[in-house]
């Protein structure tokens, strides 16, 4: 990464979810915390990954967290995060 780029965070988890209609997981203690990323670009890798990995299974779902909006809500950042 360059040092002049902005860091923006992004968390990839995801779990088996109850119904396909919500998001509500069946247990919180099988999550899979894939890992935090410094982008979009490779957190967006990963989730695809390992929705790939499971495509078998209708209830696993995989999200990505934009932890740099949670952390700094007030700024701006640009459209590719």
């Known amino acids: 990464m360059e040092s002049n780029k902005k860091q923006l965070l992004h968390l990839v988890f995801g779990g088996e ?4 209609s919500e998001i509500s997981f069946r247990n919180l203690d ?3 915390v894939v890992g935090i ?3 979009y670009k490779s957190a967006y ?3 695809k990954s390992k929705a790939q990995q499971t495509v078998d299974n209708a209830h696993m779902r995989y999200f ?3 932890l ?3 952390l700094n809500p ?4 640009s459209t590719e995060d």
Not at 17 to 20: M, T, W
Not at 74 to 77: K, L, Q, V
């Open 17 to 20: 979810l109850d119904a396909l």
């Open 30 to 32: 099988d999550l899979d």
């Open 37 to 39: 990323y410094p982008d």
């Open 45 to 47: 890798a990963a989730w």
């Open 64 to 66: 990505i967290v934009h």
């Open 68 to 70: 740099h909006k949670l």
């Open 74 to 77: 007030e700024e701006e950042t």
